[in-house]
Protein backbone atom coordinates (compact mmCIF):
# COMPACT_ATOMS: atom_id res chain seq x y z
CA UNK A 1 0.00 0.00 0.00
CA UNK A 2 2.86 2.71 0.70
CA UNK A 3 4.18 1.50 -2.90
CA UNK A 4 1.22 2.26 -3.99
CA UNK A 5 0.75 5.75 -2.14
CA UNK A 6 4.10 6.52 -3.04
CA UNK A 7 3.34 6.48 -7.12
CA UNK A 8 -0.37 8.17 -6.88
CA UNK A 9 1.38 11.10 -5.72
CA UNK A 10 4.33 11.11 -8.32
CA UNK A 11 1.34 11.13 -10.60
CA UNK A 12 -0.50 13.35 -9.04
CA UNK A 13 2.14 16.04 -8.99
CA UNK A 14 3.37 15.27 -12.72
CA UNK A 15 -0.45 16.31 -13.89
CA UNK A 16 -0.74 19.53 -11.80
CA UNK A 17 3.31 20.33 -12.72
CA UNK A 18 1.58 20.15 -16.55
CA UNK A 19 -1.54 22.50 -15.84
CA UNK A 20 0.36 24.81 -14.27
CA UNK A 21 2.77 25.50 -16.91
CA UNK A 22 0.21 25.72 -19.52
CA UNK A 23 -1.99 28.04 -17.20
CA UNK A 24 1.24 30.45 -17.29
CA UNK A 25 1.82 30.20 -20.86
CA UNK A 26 -1.20 31.30 -21.11
CA UNK A 27 -0.72 34.14 -18.61
CA UNK A 28 2.22 34.96 -20.87
CA UNK A 29 0.79 35.31 -24.02
CA UNK A 30 -1.65 37.52 -22.84
CA UNK A 31 0.76 39.77 -20.94
CA UNK A 32 2.17 40.54 -24.78
CA UNK A 33 -0.87 42.75 -26.06
CA UNK A 34 -1.00 45.75 -25.82
CA UNK A 35 -2.72 47.84 -22.59
CA UNK A 36 -5.19 50.47 -23.15
CA UNK A 37 -4.45 53.30 -24.00
CA UNK A 38 -5.39 56.09 -21.41
CA UNK A 39 -7.62 59.10 -22.43
CA UNK A 40 -6.50 62.89 -20.79
CA UNK A 41 -9.48 64.19 -19.48
CA UNK A 42 -7.92 67.21 -17.50
CA UNK A 43 -7.57 70.51 -18.55
CA UNK A 44 -9.06 72.41 -21.70
CA UNK A 45 -8.96 70.01 -25.19
CA UNK A 46 -7.96 72.49 -27.19
CA UNK A 47 -4.92 74.86 -26.81
CA UNK A 48 -6.17 78.68 -26.90
CA UNK A 49 -4.07 81.64 -27.33
CA UNK A 50 -5.74 85.01 -25.56
CA UNK A 51 -5.77 86.90 -28.57
CA UNK A 52 -8.48 90.04 -27.17
CA UNK A 53 -9.25 91.12 -23.55
CA UNK A 54 -11.98 93.68 -22.36
CA UNK A 55 -10.99 95.29 -18.85
CA UNK A 56 -13.27 96.60 -16.60
CA UNK A 57 -12.25 100.28 -17.75
CA UNK A 58 -13.61 99.34 -21.18
CA UNK A 59 -9.92 99.42 -22.79
CA UNK A 60 -8.72 96.55 -24.56
CA UNK A 61 -5.31 94.18 -24.75
CA UNK A 62 -4.71 92.83 -28.15
CA UNK A 63 -2.19 89.96 -28.48
CA UNK A 64 0.03 89.12 -31.49
CA UNK A 65 1.29 86.45 -32.14
CA UNK A 66 4.08 84.82 -34.96
CA UNK A 67 3.85 81.75 -37.25
CA UNK A 68 5.15 79.29 -34.25
CA UNK A 69 2.64 81.19 -31.69
CA UNK A 70 5.12 83.05 -29.94
CA UNK A 71 4.18 86.03 -28.74
CA UNK A 72 5.63 89.24 -30.43
CA UNK A 73 3.84 92.22 -29.26
CA UNK A 74 -0.06 92.84 -27.10
CA UNK A 75 -1.49 96.63 -27.51
CA UNK A 76 -3.50 98.29 -25.00
CA UNK A 77 -6.41 100.71 -26.94
CA UNK A 78 -8.60 102.92 -25.74
CA UNK A 79 -11.46 103.60 -27.96
CA UNK A 80 -10.16 104.48 -31.65
CA UNK A 81 -6.39 104.37 -30.50
CA UNK A 82 -3.64 102.53 -29.00
CA UNK A 83 -2.40 103.71 -25.87
CA UNK A 84 0.96 101.15 -25.36
CA UNK A 85 2.05 98.94 -27.15
CA UNK A 86 4.43 96.02 -25.37
CA UNK A 87 6.98 94.67 -27.89
CA UNK A 88 9.25 91.32 -26.62
CA UNK A 89 12.33 90.99 -28.44
CA UNK A 90 13.93 87.42 -28.10
CA UNK A 91 17.44 85.96 -28.23
CA UNK A 92 16.95 82.89 -29.63
CA UNK A 93 13.63 81.18 -28.13
CA UNK A 94 13.57 83.18 -24.98
CA UNK A 95 12.22 86.79 -24.54
CA UNK A 96 14.91 88.77 -23.36
CA UNK A 97 13.69 92.48 -23.46
CA UNK A 98 10.25 93.77 -23.47
CA UNK A 99 10.27 97.36 -24.68
CA UNK A 100 7.63 99.86 -23.87
CA UNK A 101 6.18 102.27 -26.45
CA UNK A 102 3.71 104.83 -25.17
CA UNK A 103 2.68 105.22 -28.40
CA UNK A 104 -0.57 107.70 -27.98
CA UNK A 105 1.56 110.01 -25.86
CA UNK A 106 4.48 109.78 -28.69
CA UNK A 107 7.06 108.78 -26.31
CA UNK A 108 9.03 106.26 -25.20
CA UNK A 109 8.23 103.92 -22.02
CA UNK A 110 9.84 101.81 -19.50
CA UNK A 111 11.68 98.88 -20.51
CA UNK A 112 12.21 95.45 -19.06
CA UNK A 113 15.63 93.50 -19.61
CA UNK A 114 15.17 88.90 -18.06
CA UNK A 115 18.33 87.49 -17.17
CA UNK A 116 17.81 83.50 -17.03
CA UNK A 117 19.49 81.21 -14.31
CA UNK A 118 21.01 78.31 -14.50
CA UNK A 119 17.44 76.52 -13.98
CA UNK A 120 16.44 78.30 -17.50
CA UNK A 121 14.00 80.43 -15.57
CA UNK A 122 14.31 84.24 -15.31
CA UNK A 123 16.60 84.61 -12.11
CA UNK A 124 16.51 88.29 -12.60
CA UNK A 125 14.37 91.42 -13.66
CA UNK A 126 16.19 94.98 -14.81
CA UNK A 127 13.47 97.54 -15.16
CA UNK A 128 14.18 100.89 -16.35
CA UNK A 129 11.90 103.91 -16.31
CA UNK A 130 12.24 104.72 -20.10
CA UNK A 131 13.54 102.36 -22.56
CA UNK A 132 16.75 104.91 -23.95
CA UNK A 133 17.61 105.07 -20.32
CA UNK A 134 21.12 103.67 -18.85
CA UNK A 135 20.79 103.63 -15.71
CA UNK A 136 18.79 100.73 -13.79
CA UNK A 137 15.90 101.39 -11.34
CA UNK A 138 14.03 98.64 -9.68
CA UNK A 139 15.92 95.11 -10.03
CA UNK A 140 14.20 91.78 -8.89
CA UNK A 141 15.66 88.58 -7.78
CA UNK A 142 14.09 85.35 -8.00
CA UNK A 143 14.58 81.99 -6.55
CA UNK A 144 12.82 78.60 -7.44
CA UNK A 145 11.94 75.28 -5.57
CA UNK A 146 12.95 72.05 -6.95
CA UNK A 147 9.67 71.71 -8.82
CA UNK A 148 10.54 75.52 -10.85
CA UNK A 149 8.03 77.22 -9.05
CA UNK A 150 8.65 81.47 -7.84
CA UNK A 151 9.54 80.77 -4.33
CA UNK A 152 10.64 84.40 -3.31
CA UNK A 153 11.11 87.42 -5.03
CA UNK A 154 13.66 90.45 -4.03
CA UNK A 155 13.12 94.27 -4.84
CA UNK A 156 16.06 96.36 -5.61
CA UNK A 157 15.13 100.26 -5.94
CA UNK A 158 18.26 102.30 -6.78
CA UNK A 159 20.59 99.19 -5.67
CA UNK A 160 18.75 99.51 -2.05
CA UNK A 161 17.16 96.32 -0.91
CA UNK A 162 13.29 97.72 0.15
CA UNK A 163 10.66 93.75 0.47
CA UNK A 164 10.62 90.44 -0.72
CA UNK A 165 8.05 88.65 -1.33
CA UNK A 166 7.62 84.83 -0.22
CA UNK A 167 5.54 82.44 -1.22
CA UNK A 168 3.82 78.95 0.09
CA UNK A 169 2.24 76.58 -2.15
CA UNK A 170 -0.71 73.79 -1.50
CA UNK A 171 -1.12 70.05 -3.07
CA UNK A 172 -2.96 71.25 -5.98
CA UNK A 173 0.25 73.84 -7.07
CA UNK A 174 -1.26 77.08 -5.89
CA UNK A 175 -0.22 79.84 -3.78
CA UNK A 176 -1.46 79.34 -0.62
CA UNK A 177 -0.21 81.88 1.36
CA UNK A 178 2.13 85.38 0.59
CA UNK A 179 4.45 87.00 2.91
CA UNK A 180 6.40 90.14 2.85
CA UNK A 181 9.30 91.00 4.41
CA UNK A 182 10.68 94.62 4.26
CA UNK A 183 13.10 97.37 5.71
CA UNK A 184 12.31 97.70 9.85
CA UNK A 185 9.43 94.60 9.77
CA UNK A 186 9.82 90.97 10.46
CA UNK A 187 8.34 88.81 7.49
CA UNK A 188 4.55 88.85 7.99
CA UNK A 189 1.47 87.24 6.55
CA UNK A 190 0.70 88.89 3.71
CA UNK A 191 -2.28 87.27 1.84
CA UNK A 192 -3.94 83.62 2.31
CA UNK A 193 -6.37 82.26 -0.57
CA UNK A 194 -8.53 80.31 -0.21
CA UNK A 195 -9.95 78.90 -3.19
CA UNK A 196 -9.29 78.23 -6.43
CA UNK A 197 -11.20 76.61 -9.65
CA UNK A 198 -10.04 73.88 -11.58
CA UNK A 199 -9.37 75.84 -14.54
CA UNK A 200 -6.07 76.80 -15.95
CA UNK A 201 -5.41 80.64 -16.34
CA UNK A 202 -5.91 82.87 -19.47
CA UNK A 203 -2.09 82.96 -20.93
CA UNK A 204 -1.68 79.17 -19.52
CA UNK A 205 -1.11 78.81 -23.71
CA UNK A 206 1.36 81.23 -24.46
CA UNK A 207 4.66 80.34 -22.30
CA UNK A 208 5.81 83.88 -23.28
CA UNK A 209 2.64 85.81 -21.73
CA UNK A 210 2.62 83.51 -19.04
CA UNK A 211 6.31 84.65 -18.06
CA UNK A 212 5.33 88.14 -18.61
CA UNK A 213 2.55 88.03 -16.34
CA UNK A 214 4.39 85.98 -13.54
CA UNK A 215 8.07 87.52 -13.66
CA UNK A 216 7.05 91.27 -14.95
CA UNK A 217 4.01 92.03 -14.09
CA UNK A 218 4.01 90.79 -10.47
CA UNK A 219 0.60 88.68 -10.62
CA UNK A 220 0.71 85.47 -8.23
CA UNK A 221 2.47 82.33 -9.71
CA UNK A 222 -0.92 79.95 -9.42
CA UNK A 223 -1.85 77.32 -12.31
CA UNK A 224 -5.26 77.41 -11.53
CA UNK A 225 -7.75 80.93 -10.82
CA UNK A 226 -8.32 82.27 -7.28
CA UNK A 227 -11.84 82.56 -6.53
CA UNK A 228 -11.31 83.71 -2.44
CA UNK A 229 -8.60 85.19 -0.82
CA UNK A 230 -8.33 87.10 2.34
CA UNK A 231 -5.72 90.46 2.13
CA UNK A 232 -4.27 91.11 5.72
CA UNK A 233 -1.63 93.76 4.27
CA UNK A 234 0.60 94.55 1.30
CA UNK A 235 3.53 96.53 0.87
CA UNK A 236 2.22 100.14 1.93
CA UNK A 237 -1.61 99.28 3.76
CA UNK A 238 -2.69 97.00 6.57
CA UNK A 239 -6.39 95.98 6.51
CA UNK A 240 -8.07 95.34 9.74
CA UNK A 241 -8.72 92.84 10.49
CA UNK A 242 -8.67 91.81 6.59
CA UNK A 243 -9.79 92.56 2.72
CA UNK A 244 -12.25 89.74 1.85
CA UNK A 245 -11.84 89.08 -2.31
CA UNK A 246 -14.53 86.77 -3.93
CA UNK A 247 -14.15 86.49 -7.55
CA UNK A 248 -16.55 85.72 -10.18
CA UNK A 249 -15.28 83.55 -12.94
CA UNK A 250 -17.23 82.76 -16.45
CA UNK A 251 -15.91 80.37 -19.06
CA UNK A 252 -16.07 79.43 -22.65
CA UNK A 253 -16.90 76.33 -25.11
CA UNK A 254 -13.58 75.26 -24.25
CA UNK A 255 -13.04 75.74 -20.22
CA UNK A 256 -11.38 78.48 -21.03
CA UNK A 257 -12.00 81.84 -18.51
CA UNK A 258 -13.86 84.24 -20.67
CA UNK A 259 -14.67 86.42 -17.69
CA UNK A 260 -12.86 87.38 -14.19
CA UNK A 261 -13.95 90.13 -11.97
CA UNK A 262 -14.78 90.50 -8.09
CA UNK A 263 -17.08 92.17 -5.96
CA UNK A 264 -15.61 95.80 -5.90
CA UNK A 265 -13.18 95.81 -8.75
CA UNK A 266 -10.05 96.01 -6.96
CA UNK A 267 -7.24 94.06 -8.61
CA UNK A 268 -5.92 92.10 -5.46
CA UNK A 269 -2.69 90.59 -7.16
CA UNK A 270 -4.92 88.92 -10.43
CA UNK A 271 -5.88 90.03 -13.85
CA UNK A 272 -9.58 91.12 -14.04
CA UNK A 273 -11.33 91.30 -17.35
CA UNK A 274 -14.66 91.81 -18.42
CA UNK A 275 -14.53 89.53 -21.86
CA UNK A 276 -11.40 87.24 -23.34
CA UNK A 277 -11.13 85.63 -26.77
CA UNK A 278 -8.79 83.05 -27.87
CA UNK A 279 -7.61 81.27 -30.88
CA UNK A 280 -8.21 77.47 -30.24
CA UNK A 281 -6.22 74.75 -32.19
Not at 217 to 225: A, K, L, R, V
Not at 235 to 262: H, R
Request: glycine content about 4%; hydrophobic content about 35%.
Amino acid sequence: MEKSSSLFSKTTLRSLFFIFSVYTALLVACSDEPEPEIEETEGPGLSCLPIKAKKLDANVFDYTYDGNNKLTKFELSGGTFILDRYSLEYEGDVVRRVVVDHVHNQEPGPKYEIIYGDNGRPSEVHYYFVSTDAELHTRIVFTHDNSGRIVTKEYYTDGVWKHTMRYEYNSAGNVAKKFITKIGKAEYLATEFLSYDDKKRFFSASPELTLLELYLFDYEPSINNVLKQLIYADVSTTYTPYLEVDFTVSYDENNYVKSLNNQDGTAANTILFLSMQYQCE
